[in-house]
Structure formats: C-alpha cells, structure tokens
T-cell receptor, first 111, second 116 residues
Framework: SQQGEEDPQALSIQEGENATMNCSYK?????LQWYRQNSGRGLVHLIL?????REKHSGRLRVTLDTSKKSSSLLITASRAADTASYFC???????????FGAGTRLAVHP | GAVVSQHPSRVICKSGTSVKIECRSL??????MFWYRQFPKQSLMLMAT?????????EQGVEKDKFLINHASLTLSTLTVTSAHPEDSSFYIC????????????FGPGTRLTVL
C-alpha cells in the first residue's frame, strides 16, 4: 500500500488534555504535512515541516519529524471540543510535491 | 493562498452512467493537479497526477480507462468516472500542485459521488 500508518486510529480525550498522534511513512520525502478534516468536509492545512527540520510549532500545535525512523508526531495542547476532527499526515515528494497520506487519526474531544 | 474549486459538490447518478467532475484553480496557473479518492472513514488515496497538455500519470491499481483525466488548460482539470458503479461512490478531491517543493498544497472542497 502507498499509505503510511497513523496511530492511534481513534483518540478520545477531555477538553484541556493534550492529544498526540503519530505517523509513519514509507518513502523519501521533501516535507511532512498535517491536515485536519471535519466529517464529510474538505481538508484544512495545519502545518508543514521540512525534511531538514526536526520540530516546528504553530499555536497549540507541535510537530516533530524523525527522518531516520520515517516518523512524525502531532501534539495538540490544551485541546478544545472544536478540535474534534480527523487528522492526517501526508508526505510530500517529487517536483510538484505529490502527497501520500497516512491512514488518519479520529480525534474526539469531549467537553 | 491559492483557491481551488470543484463542481459539482455533490452528484447522484444511476449505475452505468458517466460523471464529470471539474477542478478549477481560481487564482493560480496550475500545470499539475492531483486527484484523490476518499471512502467513508478512510484516508485519501492518490489516484492520478494531472499534467497540463499531456497525459495523466495514474497510481498503481487505478484504471485509466475508467477514470479519465483531462487537463486542457492551466486552470482546469476534469475527472470523468465512466460507466460508474456503486463501488465508485466516494468523495473525490483535487488539489493544486506547487512547483515550489516545500509549499503547502491547496485542496478543493471535494465532490461526493453516489452511484445508485
């Protein structure tokens, strides 16, 4: 399969807690991106980390990348009910940044 | 960022008919676009890379004669699902490729196809 793997497949937490999602990929990449998708809707780009970067922050998001292990993690701190969604990682490669998506994590944040 | 539109947003058709989905880049010339398919509760699977003025490049396992892609202009790529069957029911999403390697990709809002 072209897809990478993500774990956990589903995560259920209380508001205020942190949520950590992990992603592994199979091929060489130029960058690793994280996207969010609400049920039945389009994708929202969250953050991009380049292959020569190890960690990146954006607001409540923290992303790490370990190219030796071909893995990445997304941490959402102080989660909110509005963070409830599916989260996907995607490895970008090639001249036009073709993306191969991971399987995704369904996050449920309970008030 | 770039704006990508898709039309229609939702389509229901009878088995055996063909359905055309349009993907437009509204404010950027896109020599390359990507088409993805997403089944319920699953991830996005890349179907093909659409190249302006040349043939599309299909991923392994995707039938090029069933999923016809035309990229006749720098702002429009179309995906035609030919002789659609219920198993083709899915969420189809396009995105605009960026020639700059580490730029984010811009996605259309998706088209939900239901084949009866």
């Amino acid at each position: 399969s072209q897809q990478g793997e993500e774990d956990p497949q589903a995560l259920s937490i209380q508001e205020g807690e942190n949520a950590t999602m992990n992603c592994s990929y199979k091929t060489s990449i130029n960058n690793l991106q994280w996207y969010r998708q609400n049920s039945g809707r389009g994708l929202v780009h969250l953050i991009l980390i380049r292959s020569n970067e190890r960690e990146k922050h954006s607001g409540r998001l923290r992303v790490t990348l370990d190219t030796s292990k071909k893995s990445s993690s997304l941490l959402i701190t102080a989660s909110r009910a509005a963070d409830t969604a599916s989260y996907f990682c995607a490895g970008g490669s090639g001249g036009y940044n073709k993306l191969i998506f991971g399987a995704g994590t369904r996050l449920a944040v309970h008030p | 960022g770039a704006v990508v539109s898709q039309h229609p947003s939702r389509v229901i058709c009878k088995s055996g008919t063909s359905v055309k989905i349009e993907c437009r880049s509204l404010d950027f010339q896109a020599t390359t676009m990507f088409w993805y398919r997403q089944f319920p509760k699953q991830s996005l699977m890349l179907m093909a890379t659409s190249n302006e003025g040349s043939k599309a490049t299909y991923e392994q396992g995707v039938e090029k004669d069933k999923f016809l892609i035309n990229h006749a202009s720098l702002t429009l790529s179309t995906l035609t699902v030919t002789s659609a069957h219920p198993e083709d029911s899915s969420f189809y999403i396009c995105s605009q490729g960026s020639p700059q390697v580490n730029n984010e990709q811009f996605f259309g809002p998706g088209t939900r196809l239901t084949v009866l």
